[in-house]
């Protein structure tokens, strides 16, 4: 009995050691790159919460999509994720662009100081879709409110959505048209903003 035992955890040991730990691929939105906003600062501040999301999308997991085989079901990649849950990556990269577009600064919720205005931004889709087994893009979409702090009075909501086909049908494909996808909807969002604070300060 101890000898098969013995044997047994032999077996067990060589099975283990036989398998090489995978590595751990982490990523996050890169260097941003030299700003692409071109818009005339407005004279107002602006607090920005948090990007909010759906639980699904609140950990680093890398989330995609096989939409030819079942389009309602997500999968993540077991070696590759971001350092941060996604709506953490964006809010970081909106709130570098948002810095640009106002005079009076950009103010964090945690800080308690007041605003004119106040941005609250929902995180829907941060994916890679598989149409194909190698064919695949990648996906944003997120709805912003604009709100007078004042007034509490919603100034605006918007609902952004874009999309690109990925280099690659693998995750490193997904990061790189993501980033992409982020500063083009960061861009789109300030385009936005720009409009309807101009609007609402002329009233």
């Not at 077991?78 to 948002?98: M, Y």
């Not at 800080?111 to 944003?140: C, N, W």
Request: aromatic share 6%; net charge positive; proline share 4%.
């Amino acid at each position: 009995m101890k000898i098969l035992i013995i044997g047994l955890s032999l077996l067990v040991g060589c099975s283990f050691s036989s398998n090489k730990p995978t590595s751990l691929a982490l990523y996050d939105l890169g260097l941003k790159p030299v700003s692409e906003v071109q818009v005339a600062p407005v004279d107002v501040s602006i607090m920005m919460t948090e990007i909010t999301a759906p639980v699904w999308l609140t950990s680093p997991t890398m989330q995609y999509r096989l939409a030819y085989h079942d389009p309602a079901r997500t999968y993540h990649y077991a070696h590759s994720r971001w350092v941060t849950a996604p709506a953490k990556l964006l809010t970081r990269r909106i709130q570098d662009d948002l810095s640009q577009l106002t005079r009076k600064g950009v103010i964090s919720s945690h800080e308690g100081l007041k605003s004119d205005y106040a941005l609250h931004i929902e995180l829907e889709e941060f994916t890679q879709v598989f149409d194909r087994p190698q064919s695949s893009r990648a996906m944003i979409r997120l709805r912003a409110n604009l709100v007078a702090r004042a007034t509490r009075q919603l100034i605006s909501q918007q609902k952004f959505s874009v999309e690109k086909t990925t280099p690659t049908a693998d995750a490193a494909g997904a990061v790189a048209t993501l980033i992409q996808l982020s500063d083009q909807l960061s861009l789109e969002l300030m385009q936005w903003l720009t409009r309807q604070l101009g609007e609402s300060v002329q009233r």
